[in-house]
């Protein structure tokens, strides 16, 4: 079941009498998880019916037991339990594993009507072979949080601020995800800050994501990124000494890790052998209007080229740690390394 449909079932009043929820994003986990806790029951209900424990806590029998008794004056209970990864052998294959051995899996198979029993199994994944993962989806839910691909998170931003009320322009978007990655939960929230600060306005363009996240819409790792594709020296002179001189915004594992990312999809698009935009674009992680870009940057960096640029960043991360360096700021290495890949 997807999390929309998740989310949709819940506002219809309909809750299964189980859930696992794991995968290793856990953005979308504490969400559905916070839905149950705040929405299933009335809050006059809530100190009687509903329990939040942690799996580095938790007592297999005494769960059990708590998820067998009636709820006290409220047609359900609510048990959510966080971090169940930290359960040993929740979900471990054991192929002999067989009702009566395993006291979960006798309660899964027939869970009680009247208890919402919530597994936050985060940043892993159970395995979907054993037992009592199958019991959980026959008689409940189960959901799989998968990490989303690069590509789609500026999409899932405009998403998700549309359905927070607002708009966000493309730019702002590509910004966001740039500067932040794949972090969700903070992405959330840099996005409901923005709303919060809207005023009469109802787009989100870059010049409020430089005001109220301090992402400069000028000089970032998004725009040094095109620069470095135009071969623009002045431009990513401009930016890295910008990086330079404000180096707590720009640390230089961020500013590695993306152009790391940038020249492997400037690598795939040399190699890929992939002629339409579509395929291409998919299988470099990138909106097919970026596909020029990439285009325009293949003349300018040869495959040999973007063999020797990997050395260089690899010795750069390497100076930044402090190997094979004569303790040179992290400032003036970002200059020399883009120094190197422009020449």
């Known amino acids: 079941m997807s999390f929309e449909k998740i989310i949709s079932e ?8 189980v859930y696992l929820l794991h995968g290793e994003e856990p953005f979308f986990i504490d969400q ?23 799996g580095k806590d938790i007592d297999l029998l ?6 067998k008794r009636y709820p006290m004056m409220a047609e ?18 054991d192929e002999n594993e067989s009702s009566g051995k395993n006291p979960l899996l006798d309660y899964m198979t027939s869970p009680q009507r009247s208890t919402v029993l919530v597994l936050c199994y985060k940043y892993k994944t159970a395995d979907s072979r054993t037992k009592l993962v199958k019991a959980i989806a026959r008689n409940g839910v189960v959901f ?6 690069d590509d789609k998170i500026p999409s899932w931003i405009a998403d998700y601020t549309l359905k927070a009320g607002a708009k966000i322009t493309g730019n702002a978007a590509i910004l966001l995800a740039e500067h932040i990655g794949n972090d969700l939960s903070r992405i959330a929230r840099e996005v409901d800050k923005l709303c919060i600060n809207l005023g009469n306005k109802n787009t989100i363009d870059e010049d409020m994501i430089e005001m109220y996240v301090g992402i400069s819409k000028e000089y970032n790792v998004f ?28 640390p230089m594992v961020m500013v590695l890790a993306v152009l790391h990312g940038y020249f492997v999809r400037l690598m795939k698009y040399h190699t890929s052998g992939l002629k339409d935009s579509k395929s291409l674009s998919e299988s470099l992680g990138v909106n097919p209007y970026f596909l020029k870009d990439y285009a325009t940057a293949a003349r300018y960096y040869s495959p040999k080229k973007l063999v020797a640029i990997f050395n260089d960043l690899a ?12 303790a040179t700021e992290d400032g003036e290495l970002m200059k020399e390394l883009i120094f190197k890949i422009m020449h």
């Open 10 to 17: 819940f506002k219809g009043k309909n809750y299964a009498p």
């Open 223 to 250: 725009e040094l990124q095109k620069a470095l594709g135009r071969k623009d020296v002045l431009a990513a002179n401009r930016i890295i000494n910008y990086f330079a001189a404000n180096q707590r915004n720009n």
């Open 62 to 67: 005494a769960l059990i037991s708590m998820a």
């Open 76 to 93: 359900r209970q609510v048990i959510i339990v966080r971090e169940a990864q930290e359960i040993r052998n929740l979900f471990k294959k």
């Open 32 to 54: 559905i998880a916070s839905y149950i806790e705040h929405h299933c029951l009335e809050e006059s209900e809530q100190e009687f019916n509903q329990t939040v424990l942690y």
């Open 144 to 149: 799989k949080s998968d990490k989303l691909y």
């Open 315 to 326: 010795e750069y991360d390497l100076r930044s740690k402090g190997l094979n360096s004569e």
